[in-house]
């Protein structure tokens, strides 16, 4: 073979060539608008992510198809070009039934939880009222944990680590062409229902960081007063609210712990007593202290 055959077959060999070796792990793309084959193909093509597998889903009607991307160097008109190509692949049964399922979970809006459903290792006891998680005046780090692992361990907020559970291949990120890492699009409105009959309604964002407290209720059904939400998002207590009314909690160590956050209060200065109710739930009172 001489030389020029030579150098023919090693250019050939170059531009057989990958640009780069392709990754084993895949990334889940979401594309509201993909609706052909085309919008799909497209969507793996703007993908960020580089030479490998692509999971495509449109969160509106839960389809999921599944691509590789190969990106490799070609002669073309007497010059080395980049070309891209993206490969349709088949989706498994088991794969779209997974990728479904967490469409659909992260679809949901509003969920109630009975209190006594978030015992944990962030919890040291049952909580009897919405008192027992209130904490001088807001919302408990061990409340907000606890509903935390709860969320998750129902599968409603995926990610890439669920994800790669769900359809047994390894998926290293969540991917979005609107600046999101998070499956969930929209936040999740959480309800916490209380042996006494007392309730708090809470809200976490579509990313899983932030919590916004809405309202929180009494035994009777009162709504207590809190004020808007703070840089951190939560939502402390009002205790000047609390003057001239009466609010019904089950007994517990929250309503003795509450009583002390509200007579310790400056800003009024407040007197509140617990009185013994019915069924052995407690009766807070206060007023202005003279």
């Known amino acids: 073979m001489n030389r020029v055959m030579i150098g023919a077959a090693l250019l050939l060999a170059l531009f057989a060539m990958p640009v780069a070796q392709a990754s084993n792990d895949a990334w889940w793309v979401f594309c ?168 708090l309604a809470i809200t976490l964002s579509a990313d899983a960081l932030t919590w916004s407290l809405l309202h929180i209720e009494d035994a009777d059904g009162n709504e207590m007063p809190v004020y808007g939400p703070d840089s951190t998002g939560h939502a402390p207590v009002d205790a000047a609210g609390f003057v001239a009314r009466e609010f019904l909690f089950g007994s517990g160590s929250g309503v003795k712990k509450m009583l002390e956050w509200l007579n310790a209060q400056s800003n009024p200065v407040l007197d509140c007593d617990g009185e013994s109710a019915d069924n052995g739930r407690v009766r807070v009172t206060c007023q202005r202290a003279e």
Not at 99 to 127: G, H, N, P, V, Y
Not at 175 to 195: A, E, G, K, M, T
């Open 32 to 199: 509201g608008i993909c609706e052909s084959d085309m919008d799909f193909r497209e969507a793996v093509l703007a993908a960020p992510g580089g030479d490998r597998v692509y999971f495509v889903s449109n969160p509106e009607t839960g389809e999921s198809r599944k691509f590789e991307k190969r990106s490799a160097l070609e002669e073309v008109s007497g010059g080395v070009v980049q070309t891209t190509h993206v490969e349709d692949l088949r989706l498994a049964g088991d794969e779209a039934e997974g990728f479904a399922a967490m469409i659909d979970s992260a679809r949901i809006l509003q969920i109630e939880i009975d209190r006594a459903d978030l015992l944990s290792e962030a919890f040291e006891k049952e909580a009897q009222s919405v008192a027992d998680d209130l904490h001088w005046g807001v919302l408990s780090a061990s409340l907000l944990s606890g509903l935390r692992i709860a969320l998750y361990r129902q599968g409603l907020f995926p990610d890439a680590y669920e994800a790669s559970e769900a359809v047994g291949t390894p998926i290293s990120r969540v991917f979005w062409f609107h600046d999101r890492d998070s499956v969930r699009w929209w936040p999740l409105s959480i309800q916490v229902d209380y042996p006494d009959g007392s309730l």
